[in-house]
Structure formats: structure tokens, C-alpha cells
């Protein structure tokens, strides 16, 4: 005799239950998109949903498989920079803290999500780090990049001045010394333009955040003195930047670079002559905004750095004077190329419109200064915001005035500094409600450029400024909503930064993550996102359309390349949403060590990666065959690592003997002791050493 269920409307209980249920774990759809990372518990929980109707969905306890909330999928809209067909599933009202998956009957479930209060600061913590790994002319030791160390490489101790560059004092062919900076993007080159940009972004979100960013810890060789990680970073690419002022005359080079792009080696492999290269007005107005930022920065903390902050204000000086001198020189690199050699062909820069950098300029220095003639030289509050990007530089100009509004003299009215920047945000916001992914990410089809993820991160930036200027919240949803388009909530289903999330970028265009022989690319590295005009033209790409144009390939610069200038708003979106949503404003000491190696005095059990994973090559994420898994010990210990079912039961034994002391890395193709396929489901890791236990979860998925 059959049952009979009884139907409320939505769905019918027992029934979606039951089916949901069973084997959760192993229903991993790539249909579903969302934050693989996880949810603030008061605030938009969100899903989309591929080619279903109105449906029911509900979300489950990973660890009791019990329902927690039941909904029903919005009716379907497209997207038309995805070609898609799409509903969303809304479970906001689910505040509760745990694991949970999302289930759609005939479709599956999402990856394991989080909700729980600071979720995204491990987010925060490693895209911050990712700047340590970039760093020139340091040997990385496994103290503190685990298994990504690496030999030093770049001293730039003995640079040559290209011929564009040369001057009475400075001949070509002469040398000088410009150590330490952040490798650009993939490539091995440091470029001022592009340093910019990046370096004020991390500034600035010391200066909007710096509660939060001064208990931050990166676990970087200068997390020990008393100046916040996130300055010590910045400070190594600062100090980079003063070298590249010419002292006889303030203007500033455009770039330190090989002739060529190096090949796929490690940096302590690439011993290529290296040049400075001509100055520009770009590169000497964006030098001087900088400074200018960071002298005011600085001055808190002279007495651990004794002259900096005003030798930071006098270089920003001289660069503005040389600019003023020398309004109008273009980085030309073709044009360069036809008068000098060796010809330089990395990558350009090249910017002939220098308007938004004259208006950022005098407006830092401006702010700094107090001095009213910047202004009436070049004034940002002259031109409408604009989402910033290198070469469209004006808006942070207009970020800083708001920041210190408050001490700004009498010249400047501070209202229509708020609109300029209310009126950007504005239009962002009211995106949403007609984006299928209810998102502000692709409001327009040029979003999807190269480094689209880095428009969409600068846009959540432009939001949190916004709601900082109001307290109004439906700015602080609508960055968070990019910040969720990032994490995977997008027509790839890619989480798009390294080590985070249940599928992200494996083969990053990024020469240390293809050359150090360690299958994990370097973690905390955003990628540049989809990019219709694929100008790497790589066949790889599953689709020309906007929203989907990118491939997890190393070969795809234009759409798979890291770069500094996309990590950096990055760092403010995560930093900023996580300083405004926790109670205190402070983050906690506690990580799951997510994406990062531990110190050198614990024995840590890094998560494996990816995960899921799949045996057979083909997991619902596009077939991985393995897993790699790393861990560390502190010394040379008696190793014991297994992996056990959700019954507790042995499964397989990885690793049973003494080790030496330091990073170790191998890989489980999920068969157990007798050579025979796991069932999909959930594992579990289990690393004891030197006394210390320490577990991970893994889902194997068919």
C-alpha cells in the first residue's frame, strides 16, 4: 500500500527529505553556484541555480544530515552575459552557525558552506599573504611559506639603466640598486604604474580599517615588530619604489624589467640582465600620489622608522615638480623600441592620458599637506567617480578626501565629495535587482575585460566606501554580493582565488606556481576572471560569452594571470566586510589555517587540494584525479597518516614511519589498503606527530 504524502504547497517533506539526504555528498552539482567559502549568519545567503524552475531547495546539516530550511526557487531568469537560464535560491533567513549543503531535488548539492561570524578571514588573511609570496630579491623560507619556500631570486642589486633612460648622471649601461618590490603578476617584472594602484589600495585599507588591520597576522618575517603586517608589506614594495626615483631630477622610471619574459622557472633560475627603463608622467604622478599617502601613514610611526614619513613626502614633492615640468611624456614602448636597444618587450603600461593622475596626485598630497595649491592645479572633484582601475585613477583621489573629510580645509566642499562617490555607488547598487546572479558584477558588458575579477573586487570597493560614508546597508549587501560573485556565485562555478573554495584555479598563469614542482598553485592569488576578447588565443575556453570566457589553463594570460592590482582590492573587500560585520571590529585569533602553511614550531595538517576531488578523474567539477595533501613538522617526528570513513574505520595508511623535520607533500588517489576505488562520501585525514593530533575532512566525489 502506497503512502500518501501530504503536499503544503511548496514541496512535498518526507519525500524531498529522503532524497536530499541520501548520500549528500556525493550530488555535487556544478549547476549550483555560491560563495564556496560561506555565509555571514545575518546577512544574504544566495544561491543560483542552472536551468531549473521554481523548485524546491533545502539545505542541510552537513554533520547530522538534518533539514534546517526548506525554500522554493525564484521563477527563472537569463542572464545575457552568460547565455543562461537561471534561478536564485534565497536562505538569508537561516542564521544558525554550521556546515551545510544546498539541495535541489534532480539536480544535487552545492560543495559544504560555512555560515558562521567571520567567515571570509582567512579570505582576508591569505589574499593579504599572497603579496609575500610575490615578493623580489627574498629567499622564502618554509617558516613562513610552508611548502611553497623557495631560493631568493632577484637581488636587483646591480640594475642597468636602458638607454631611453640615460642621463648625464646616470649613463646607459650604469648601474644601480633596486632590491625588494612585488613581482607584478605572473611574469618577474616591477612596474611603478601598476605598483600605484596596488600599493594605495593596501594603504588605504589600513587607513579605513585600522583597528582591524593592526591585529592582523600574515605570519610574515616581520609579524614580530611592532608596525601592522599589512605596513610591513606595503613597505617592502614602498621601499622598492623610492629606488626607482632618479635623485637629480624626481622623475620616476617606468618600470624595472627584463628585455624578455622569462620562460616557466623559479626566480633563483632567471638571471636575465635587468633595466630601468624611461621615466614617464604616469609612472611620476602615480609615485607621488603614493608617497604622499604614505607619508601621512608613516608618521605614527616614527620612532620605529625614524625620517620615512617625510622622506616619503619630499620624494612625492619631487616627483609632483617633475610631472608639472613634464606633463605630457608617454611610455611609448614601441616608439621606445625603434630608438634604443636592447628592445623591452614585457609587458607596457601605457597610459597617453594623464588627467586622473594629475587629479589623484594633488589631491594625496592635498590631504597630506593641507596645502590648498594642489588643488587649484588639478582637482578631482572636477570630473565624475568611475570604478578605478591602472590607467583610470582619479576615484582614489576622491576615496582619500572622503576618508578625512573631516579635517579637509574650508576649499573643499565635502558634500559633493560624497556625491561623486554616492553617485558611482549609486549606479552600482541598482544593478542588482536586474542581474540574473543578483549580483553588481557585469551591470555592463564591459566588466568582463581582462582582470574582470579585479573590476568586480574595485566595485565592492567603491560600495564599502559607500557605506561607510552612509551607514546605509544596502551598499554593505551589494559589495558582499561581489564578494560572493568571486567565491563562486558566477557562470564559471570557479572560486577564484588559490586554495580557497571547493574548485579553484589549479593552473594559474604565474611562472613560481607552474616551476616549483608543488601540484597546489601558490594560495591566496586571485585570478583575473573571464575575458571575451581572449587575447592569449588559447583554445581552451569553454564559451565566448562574457560571463564564461575564462580557462583554469597556464597559457591563458588573459584570463588566468594573477596580478597585484586585482589582489589588492581584493584584500579591502574581505578585510573591509570582515572589520564591519564582526561585533568588535577585531579580527580573532583563531584560523582553520586555511591556505596557509603553519609556523615552524607547530606540526599542522594543511587541507588537501582540491577538494572534492574525484578517483575516477571526473568529479562533478571537472575530474580531478587526485588529491594532494601537505603537512609540516617541526622536527624530524615518528609520522602516522591515515584516512579513515565517516564510520570511523581505517581506510588507507599514507605515511607510518620517521620523517625530517619541515614541509612534506604527497597525494591519496582515493583507493584504500587493498588498491579498490573508495566509495564517494565523506573522508577523513588524521596526522599525528610529535605528540600532536590534527584532522581534516575530504569529500571524494563520483
Given at each position: 500500500?502506497?503512502?500518501?504524502?501530504?503536499?503544503?504547497?511548496?514541496?512535498?517533506?518526507?519525500?524531498?527529505?529522503?532524497?536530499?539526504?541520501?548520500?549528500?555528498?556525493?550530488?555535487?552539482?556544478?549547476?549550483?553556484?555560491?560563495?564556496?567559502?560561506?555565509?555571514?549568519?545575518?546577512?544574504?545567503?544566495?544561491?543560483?541555480?542552472?536551468?531549473?524552475?521554481?523548485?524546491?531547495?533545502?539545505?542541510?546539516?552537513?554533520?547530522?544530515?538534518?533539514?534546517?530550511?526548506?525554500?522554493?526557487?525564484?521563477?527563472?531568469?537569463?542572464?545575457?552575459?552568460?547565455?543562461?537560464?537561471?534561478?536564485?535560491?534565497?536562505?538569508?533567513?537561516?542564521?544558525?552557525?554550521?556546515?551545510?549543503?544546498?539541495?535541489?531535488?534532480?539536480?544535487?548539492?552545492?560543495?559544504?558552506?560555512?555560515?558562521?561570524?567571520?567567515?571570509?578571514?582567512?579570505?582576508?588573511?591569505?589574499?593579504?599573504?599572497?603579496?609575500?609570496?610575490?615578493?623580489?630579491?627574498?629567499?622564502?623560507?618554509?617558516?613562513?611559506?610552508?611548502?611553497?619556500?623557495?631560493?631568493?631570486?632577484?637581488?636587483?642589486?646591480?640594475?642597468?639603466?636602458?638607454?631611453?633612460?640615460?642621463?648625464?648622471?646616470?649613463?646607459?649601461?650604469?648601474?644601480?640598486?633596486?632590491?625588494?618590490?612585488?613581482?607584478?603578476?605572473?611574469?618577474?617584472?616591477?612596474?611603478?604604474?601598476?605598483?600605484?594602484?596596488?600599493?594605495?589600495?593596501?594603504?588605504?585599507?589600513?587607513?579605513?580599517?585600522?583597528?582591524?588591520?593592526?591585529?592582523?597576522?600574515?605570519?610574515?618575517?616581520?609579524?614580530?615588530?611592532?608596525?601592522?603586517?599589512?605596513?610591513?608589506?606595503?613597505?617592502?614594495?614602498?621601499?622598492?619604489?623610492?629606488?626607482?626615483?632618479?635623485?637629480?631630477?624626481?622623475?620616476?622610471?617606468?618600470?624595472?624589467?627584463?628585455?624578455?619574459?622569462?620562460?616557466?622557472?623559479?626566480?633563483?633560475?632567471?638571471?636575465?640582465?635587468?633595466?630601468?627603463?624611461?621615466?614617464?608622467?604616469?609612472?611620476?604622478?602615480?609615485?607621488?600620489?603614493?608617497?604622499?599617502?604614505?607619508?601621512?601613514?608613516?608618521?605614527?610611526?616614527?620612532?620605529?622608522?625614524?625620517?620615512?614619513?617625510?622622506?616619503?613626502?619630499?620624494?612625492?614633492?619631487?616627483?609632483?615638480?617633475?610631472?608639472?615640468?613634464?606633463?605630457?611624456?608617454?611610455?611609448?614602448?614601441?616608439?621606445?623600441?625603434?630608438?634604443?636597444?636592447?628592445?623591452?618587450?614585457?609587458?607596457?603600461?601605457?597610459?597617453?592620458?594623464?588627467?586622473?593622475?594629475?587629479?589623484?596626485?594633488?589631491?594625496?598630497?592635498?590631504?597630506?599637506?593641507?596645502?590648498?595649491?594642489?588643488?587649484?592645479?588639478?582637482?578631482?572633484?572636477?570630473?565624475?567617480?568611475?570604478?578605478?582601475?591602472?590607467?583610470?585613477?582619479?576615484?582614489?583621489?576622491?576615496?582619500?578626501?572622503?576618508?578625512?573629510?573631516?579635517?579637509?580645509?574650508?576649499?573643499?566642499?565635502?558634500?559633493?565629495?560624497?556625491?561623486?562617490?554616492?553617485?558611482?555607488?549609486?549606479?552600482?547598487?541598482?544593478?542588482?535587482?536586474?542581474?540574473?546572479?543578483?549580483?553588481?558584477?557585469?551591470?555592463?558588458?564591459?566588466?568582463?575585460?581582462?582582470?574582470?575579477?579585479?573590476?568586480?573586487?574595485?566595485?565592492?570597493?567603491?560600495?564599502?566606501?559607500?557605506?561607510?560614508?552612509?551607514?546605509?546597508?544596502?551598499?554593505?549587501?551589494?559589495?558582499?554580493?561581489?564578494?560572493?560573485?568571486?567565491?563562486?556565485?558566477?557562470?564559471?562555478?570557479?572560486?577564484?582565488?588559490?586554495?580557497?573554495?571547493?574548485?579553484?584555479?589549479?593552473?594559474?598563469?604565474?611562472?613560481?606556481?607552474?616551476?616549483?614542482?608543488?601540484?597546489?598553485?601558490?594560495?591566496?592569488?586571485?585570478?583575473?576572471?573571464?575575458?571575451?576578447?581572449?587575447?592569449?588565443?588559447?583554445?581552451?575556453?569553454?564559451?565566448?560569452?562574457?560571463?564564461?570566457?575564462?580557462?583554469?589553463?597556464?597559457?591563458?594570460?588573459?584570463?588566468?594571470?594573477?596580478?597585484?592590482?586585482?589582489?589588492?582590492?581584493?584584500v579591502f573587500l574581505a578585510v573591509g566586510l570582515e572589520a564591519l560585520t564582526s561585533a568588535d571590529g577585531l579580527p580573532t585569533g583563531v584560523s582553520n589555517d586555511h591556505g596557509r602553511s603553519p609556523a615552524a614550531h607547530e606540526y599542522g595538517l594543511m587541507q588537501n587540494y582540491p577538494n572534492p576531488f574525484s578517483a575516477k578523474g571526473g568529479s562533478a567539477f571537472g575530474g580531478n584525479p587526485s588529491t594532494t595533501i601537505s603537512y609540516e613538522l617541526a622536527s624530524e617526528s615518528m609520522v602516522s597518516l591515515k584516512v579513515f570513513n565517516i564510520l570511523g574505520e581505517e581506510v588507507a595508511t599514507l605515511a607510518d614511519g620517521r620523517q625530517t623535520k619541515g614541509p612534506h607533500l604527497l597525494q591519496w588517489n582515493g583507493r584504500d589498503r587493498s588498491g579498490a576505488l573508495c566509495s564517494s562520501g565523506v573522508y577523513f585525514l588524521r596526522l599525528e606527530a610529535g605528540g600532536v593530533a590534527s584532522s581534516k575532512k575530504m569529500i571524494l566525489a563520483k
Amino acid at each position: 500500500m502506497k503512502s500518501r504524502m501530504k503536499y503544503n504547497g511548496r514541496f512535498c517533506a518526507g519525500a524531498v527529505a529522503a532524497l536530499m539526504v541520501a548520500d549528500v555528498c556525493a550530488q555535487q552539482s556544478s549547476d549550483i553556484r555560491l560563495n564556496q567559502i560561506g555565509f555571514y549568519p545575518t546577512m544574504p545567503k544566495v544561491a543560483i541555480i542552472r536551468n531549473t524552475g521554481s523548485a524546491p531547495f533545502s539545505v542541510i546539516d552537513v554533520s547530522s544530515q538534518d533539514t534546517v530550511f526548506r525554500g522554493t526557487l525564484t521563477q527563472q531568469q537569463q542572464w545575457p552575459y552568460s547565455g543562461e537560464t537561471v534561478s536564485r535560491a534565497d536562505f538569508s533567513d537561516l542564521t544558525s552557525i554550521g556546515r551545510y549543503v544546498l539541495a535541489v531535488p534532480g539536480v544535487g548539492s552545492s560543495s559544504a558552506f560555512d555560515i558562521k561570524t567571520r567567515v571570509h578571514q582567512d579570505l582576508a588573511l591569505g589574499v593579504l599573504k599572497g603579496y609575500y609570496y610575490q615578493r623580489a630579491s627574498l629567499q622564502l623560507t618554509s617558516e613562513y611559506a610552508g611548502i611553497w619556500a623557495r631560493a631568493l631570486g632577484h637581488p636587483d642589486t646591480s640594475v642597468f639603466i636602458h638607454p631611453s633612460a640615460a642621463t648625464a648622471q646616470r649613463p646607459a649601461n650604469s648601474t644601480i640598486s633596486a632590491p625588494r618590490g612585488w613581482y607584478d603578476a605572473g611574469d618577474y617584472n616591477k612596474y611603478i604604474v601598476n605598483s600605484g594602484i596596488s600599493t594605495y589600495t593596501i594603504l588605504a585599507t589600513y587607513e579605513h580599517f585600522p583597528a582591524y588591520c593592526a591585529r592582523l597576522n600574515t605570519r610574515i618575517p616581520e609579524s614580530a615588530n611592532s608596525i601592522p603586517d599589512i605596513l610591513d608589506e606595503a613597505l617592502w614594495n614602498l621601499r622598492w619604489m623610492l629606488t626607482m626615483q632618479d635623485p637629480n631630477d624626481g622623475g620616476v622610471y617606468h618600470k624595472l624589467t627584463n628585455a624578455n619574459f622569462d620562460g616557466w622557472i623559479m626566480p633563483v633560475q632567471a638571471t636575465t640582465p635587468r633595466y630601468l627603463v624611461m621615466k614617464s608622467t604616469a609612472a611620476a604622478l602615480d609615485f607621488a600620489a603614493v608617497m604622499a599617502q604614505s607619508a601621512r601613514i608613516f608618521r605614527d610611526f616614527s620612532a620605529e622608522l625614524p625620517g620615512f614619513a617625510d622622506s616619503c613626502l619630499q620624494a612625492s614633492l619631487n616627483a609632483w615638480n617633475w610631472a608639472r615640468k613634464n606633463p605630457a611624456v608617454v611610455y611609448n614602448q614601441t616608439q621606445m623600441n625603434q630608438q634604443f636597444s636592447p628592445a623591452i618587450n614585457t609587458g607596457e603600461y601605457g597610459d597617453s592620458y594623464f588627467q586622473d593622475e594629475f587629479d589623484w596626485a594633488a589631491a594625496e598630497l592635498y590631504v597630506t599637506t593641507a596645502q590648498e595649491s594642489f588643488l587649484t592645479i588639478a582637482n578631482p572633484l572636477n570630473h565624475t567617480a568611475a570604478v578605478p582601475g591602472w590607467g583610470n585613477v582619479r576615484t582614489l583621489g576622491l576615496y582619500s578626501m572622503a576618508q578625512y573629510r573631516k579635517s579637509l580645509t574650508s576649499l573643499v566642499d565635502t558634500s559633493v565629495v560624497r556625491d561623486r562617490l554616492l553617485a558611482l555607488a549609486n549606479s552600482l547598487r541598482s544593478s542588482m535587482s536586474s542581474s540574473a546572479y543578483s549580483v553588481v558584477m557585469g551591470a555592463q558588458s564591459y566588466d568582463f575585460v581582462w582582470g574582470s575579477n579585479g573590476v568586480a573586487a574595485n566595485q565592492g570597493m567603491a560600495l564599502l566606501c559607500a557605506y561607510q560614508l552612509t551607514g546605509d546597508s544596502t551598499y554593505l549587501r551589494a559589495a558582499l554580493a561581489n564578494l560572493d560573485y568571486l567565491l563562486g556565485r558566477n557562470g564559471t562555478t570557479y572560486c577564484f582565488v588559490t586554495g580557497f573554495g571547493s574548485r579553484s584555479p589549479m593552473y594559474i598563469h604565474h611562472r613560481p606556481s607552474q616551476a616549483d614542482n608543488i601540484v597546489p598553485p601558490v594560495p591566496g592569488l586571485l585570478a583575473g576572471g573571464p575575458n571575451p576578447k581572449r587575447e592569449d588565443s588559447v583554445t581552451t575556453y569553454p564559451s565566448t560569452m562574457p560571463a564564461l570566457s575564462y580557462t583554469d589553463n597556464f597559457e591563458s594570460y588573459a584570463s588566468n594571470e594573477i596580478c597585484i592590482n586585482w589582489n589588492a582590492p581584493l584584500v579591502f573587500l574581505a578585510v573591509g566586510l570582515e572589520a564591519l560585520t564582526s561585533a568588535d571590529g577585531l579580527p580573532t585569533g583563531v584560523s582553520n589555517d586555511h591556505g596557509r602553511s603553519p609556523a615552524a614550531h607547530e606540526y599542522g595538517l594543511m587541507q588537501n587540494y582540491p577538494n572534492p576531488f574525484s578517483a575516477k578523474g571526473g568529479s562533478a567539477f571537472g575530474g580531478n584525479p587526485s588529491t594532494t595533501i601537505s603537512y609540516e613538522l617541526a622536527s624530524e617526528s615518528m609520522v602516522s597518516l591515515k584516512v579513515f570513513n565517516i564510520l570511523g574505520e581505517e581506510v588507507a595508511t599514507l605515511a607510518d614511519g620517521r620523517q625530517t623535520k619541515g614541509p612534506h607533500l604527497l597525494q591519496w588517489n582515493g583507493r584504500d589498503r587493498s588498491g579498490a576505488l573508495c566509495s564517494s562520501g565523506v573522508y577523513f585525514l588524521r596526522l599525528e606527530a610529535g605528540g600532536v593530533a590534527s584532522s581534516k575532512k575530504m569529500i571524494l566525489a563520483k
